[in-house]
Nanobody, 120 residues
C-alpha cells in the first residue's frame, strides 16, 4: 500500500510564502513523476507543477514565476515553494505521484490535500 502525506498548508497574508511537502510512503520500489495540483472552490482541479526523477520540471504558466517544485529522491518527497502568494492562490493543494510498488504494480496516487488560504 502506498500513501502520500502532504503538509505545510495554512493561512498566509498576500505577498507571503509557504512551502508544501509531500512524502510517499509504503511498499514503494520506485517513484517517477511527482506533481502538485490545486483545486479552488467551485473550480476544477488544475496542474501546478511536475518533476521527474532527473529533476526536469514543468509549470503552469500562471505560476512559474512564483512557485518552485523540487524533490528529494532518497526520501520520495516532493516540495512546492510558493512565493508572493495572492488571494487567487487559495485552494486545496494535492500531491500526486506515479509509483511502482514492490508488488510490481504501477499506480497513480493522490494525497489527501492541504489547504492554502490567502485572504483578500
Amino acid at each position: 500500500q502506498v500513501r502520500l502525506v502532504e503538509s505545510g498548508g495554512g493561512l498566509v497574508q498576500p505577498g507571503g510564502s509557504l512551502r508544501l511537502s509531500c512524502a510517499a510512503t509504503g511498499s514503494i520500489f520506485r517513484v517517477t513523476t511527482m506533481a502538485w495540483y490545486r483545486q479552488a472552490p467551485g473550480k476544477e482541479r488544475e496542474l501546478v507543477a511536475t518533476t521527474t526523477t532527473d529533476g526536469t520540471t514543468t509549470y503552469a504558466d500562471s505560476m512559474k514565476d512564483r512557485f518552485t517544485i523540487s524533490r528529494d529522491n532518497a526520501k520520495n518527497t516532493v516540495y512546492l515553494q510558493m512565493n508572493n502568494l495572492k488571494p487567487e492562490d487559495t485552494a486545496v493543494y494535492y500531491c500526486n505521484a506515479n509509483v511502482y510498488t514492490t508488488s510490481a504494480y504501477w499506480g497513480h496516487y493522490w494525497g489527501q490535500g492541504t489547504q492554502v488560504t490567502v485572504p483578500s
